[in-house]
């Protein structure tokens, strides 16, 4: 019987221990309100793709979780924006061919156009002279058109990599392979109940969801990263 009633008696204690054990969010918070409040960018880069400026936004004097959402996975690849990017190439490379083409048996004339429009802007062309820089301004704005469609397929893949990049990036790992890699996002929301300091020194309550994200993939498990903070 007294063993009995000494192992009931443990129950309650061991229910105390795990009600009152802390998330791994709340040390990863902690971290990062503090490493904002001192505003210790090195830490924060490293931690978030967002900050909190305690001269602007003010600081997170103190907070408390209040939910913890459910995990969201979401299948990342980068195999579609590779393949934009390297079909934009092609057509570039294909355009400036051409263009070339054109270039070489037409330049005598294109070379006469140009030093017209250097020398004398208001000066009248010739019928001949008027179509050939009708068609140069075309191959110019093509050109453009392309080197700007190019750019845009590269600085979509420089964006969709930014969080596997950050999140998978660790010292001796090697680096993130866009072209190899096939995994998924991992994503919560973390309600906080926060004490905020504004610039001025006036303090305030307000609820604040931060979203964490990590990425994982080809056998590797990347670290969380903030990547929005909403209700400062």
């Not at 009633?5 to 221990?17: D, E, I, K, S, W």
């Not at 505003?39 to 490293?46: A, E, L, M």
């Not at 062309?125 to 590269?154: F, V």
Request: aromatic residues 4%; contains cysteine; positive net charge.
């Amino acid at each position: 019987m007294m063993k009995r009633t000494a192992a009931l008696l443990l129950v309650p204690a061991v229910m105390l221990v795990v009600g009152c054990s802390r998330p791994p969010e709340q040390q990863f918070l902690t971290q990062f309100f503090r490493a904002a409040k001192a505003r210790d960018n090195t830490t924060v880069g490293r931690m978030s793709a967002v900050a909190i400026d305690p001269r602007t936004q003010g600081s997170v004097e103190d907070f408390s979780i209040t939910s913890i959402g459910q995990e969201t996975r979401t299948p990342l690849t980068f195999a579609p924006l590779l393949e934009a990017e390297a079909k934009a190439r092609e057509t570039e490379q294909a355009f400036l061919k051409t263009k070339i083409e054109y270039q070489n048996a037409n330049i005598k004339a294109i070379e006469e156009v140009l030093k017209i429009e250097q020398t004398n802007s208001t000066a009248k062309l010739t019928p001949a002279q008027e179509k050939i820089k009708l068609e140069w301004n075309k191959w110019r704005e093509g050109i453009s058109s392309h080197a700007r469609a190019t750019a845009t397929a590269t600085t979509a893949i420089k964006q969709s990599t930014g969080l596997a990049e950050a999140s998978l990036t660790q010292p001796g790992q090697a680096a993130l392979d866009p072209k190899t890699f096939s995994g998924e996002t991992i994503r919560k929301d973390v309600v906080v109940a926060a004490t905020m300091k504004s610039p001025d020194g006036a303090t305030a309550e307000k609820t604040l969801t931060v979203t964490i994200e990590r990425v994982a993939g080809n056998g590797r498990e990347g670290r969380p990263i903030i990547t929005k903070i909403s209700g400062i």
